[in-house]
């Protein structure tokens, strides 16, 4: 487990991207702009489990992050289908 | 290769970034939505070809991670937007001032 120079403004970027969409899913205005947060989140999330698997240096993460984002979007269309009522 | 690879990874960082600055800086739920799914996905995909280009024994798991990105993240964000439109939000339109 080495940081690089460019792995280490890669993580920084990946954090400051997380914290920008962490400040709309706190102060958003409605409820549709904290999950379209949450939805950015989670694939900012799935990309930084994607850059953790090369600086561990393990193939494992690779199946976390598929994981992840499976469950992810399952909630995200779950979560439309609530905010659009019991038809369709 | 291996500058190639930390190339590719930064300007994939960035473009995550730059998308997480357009979720905060838009003024709709709509614009935010294609801010927060097109350059995300992108930025993605380039953080996938960067650790791909890294590690060349990860390409099988990387395309498949790759492609269900590709496959999901617009299906999810396009079926918010939907609901979104059926539930009656509105849409921002630009204030004039002389009218």
Redesign the interface.
Known sequence: MTIGFADGIVLGLLALASLFALIRLWMGPTSADRIVAADTLSVIATGGIIVLALIFDSVLYLDVALLYGVLAFVGIVALARAIEGDRA | MNLLA??I??I???F??L???G??RMPD?YN??QA??KA??L??LC??L??GL??P??WP??L??GL??LL??P???S??A???H??G?PVWREKRSET
Do not use: C, E, M, P
């Open positions: 930390d190339v990874l930064i994939g960082a960035l995550v970034f998308g997480a600055l979720l905060l739920v935010r939505i927060g799914t995300v996905t930025g993605s953080l996938l960067g650790v890294n590690q024994a990860w798991k990387l498949i991670v269900f990105i999901t993240n299906i999810g964000s079926t918010l939907r609901a979104f059926k539930t939000v």
